[in-house]
């Protein structure tokens, strides 16, 4: 993990030890704490159970500074959808074991704002993909807040779904692609972590065979694309009956290191 000063809610599936003792320290150090949701009550506030019975609740006002309707409260979804899964919050006041109030929306708040101050350009950072749709992956980079990493930069070779690199849950390398400073918006590109043209160049040799797949058939049939790794793909020449996805055995005829080619033969 990367050591920033936020990480993704459940990345290490850990939740907070909370008693009696230590209410007050936490408080006092305004610590980022984490516990896993049991129950989204009929109002859609959210409790969360810790050691020796204590219960902690989470108003409906404090789950989300992100995603807020013009009433001023998050989606019923998004409060429902936080049941049997890790939040981050800290504990905005405790006047007994059975008044533990807890607030998301503060850490959300103080991530947005690390992002838009101190967050880098180019900064490799490790998040969880949270959701996925056909023109891209949306990746968590701290304490709830996403950013989005568009289908064209999560692999060299082309694509057709997200979910041929990436799956729901799955932790992940990206990079900071731009970041909106007042927004704090962020797009992320995971491409750059799979390794340069010539690394994984190297792991290949002329004269051995190897396993593709094939990903594009160019429209005057001058040639297919296949994919040997994520990041590197070789061009052979152009068969009918291939499909796109199709598991194919090549031979490796040739690696032209300065044009940044690899010619095939499909065997």
């Known amino acids: 993990m990367n050591q920033l000063k936020f990480k993704p809610e459940g990345w290490n599936h850990e939740i907070t030890p909370l008693n009696q003792e230590n209410i007050d320290n936490y408080i006092n150090t305004d610590e980022v704490l984490q516990g896993l949701v049991k129950e989204c009550d009929k109002n859609y506030n959210l409790h969360i159970e810790f050691e020796n019975g204590l219960t902690?609740?989470?108003p409906r006002q404090e789950i989300e500074a992100v995603n807020?309707?013009?009433d001023g409260l998050p989606r019923t979804n998004l409060c429902t959808g936080k049941v049997h899964k890790f939040?981050?919050?800290k504990i905005k006041e405790a006047k007994d074991k059975n008044n533990i109030i807890l607030s998301r929306k503060e850490v959300q708040e103080e991530?947005?704002?690390?992002?838009k101050r101190d967050l880098k350009e180019g900064q490799k950072v490790t998040?969880?993909?949270?959701?996925?749709?056909p023109y891209g992956a949306f990746i968590e980079i701290a304490g709830g807040v996403v950013g989005l990493a568009?289908?064209?930069?999560?692999s060299i070779a082309r694509i057709k779904t997200p979910y041929e690199r990436l799956n729901i849950g799955q932790k992940v390398e990206v990079v900071v692609k731009s970041i909106d400073r007042n927004e704090g918006k962020v797009i992320l590109?995971?491409?750059?972590?799979?390794?340069s043209w010539e690394e994984n160049a190297k792991r290949f040799m002329?004269?051995?065979?190897?396993k593709g797949i094939v990903r594009e058939t160019e429209k005057n049939k001058n040639g297919i694309f296949i994919e040997l790794t994520p990041n590197l793909v070789g061009m052979a020449e152009y068969e009918e009956g291939l499909v796109y996805g199709q598991m194919v055995d090549v031979y490796i005829k040739k690696i032209d290191n300065e044009r940044k080619k690899i010619k095939l033969v499909i065997v």
């Open 56 to 58: 902690g609740i989470m």
């Open 68 to 70: 807020i309707e013009e």
């Open 87 to 89: 939040v981050q919050f």
């Open 111 to 115: 991530a947005l704002e690390w992002i």
């Open 127 to 133: 998040g969880i993909v949270k959701n996925i749709k």
């Open 150 to 154: 568009h289908i064209e930069d999560l």
């Open 189 to 195: 590109s995971h491409k750059e972590t799979l390794g």
């Open 206 to 210: 002329i004269g051995t065979k190897a």
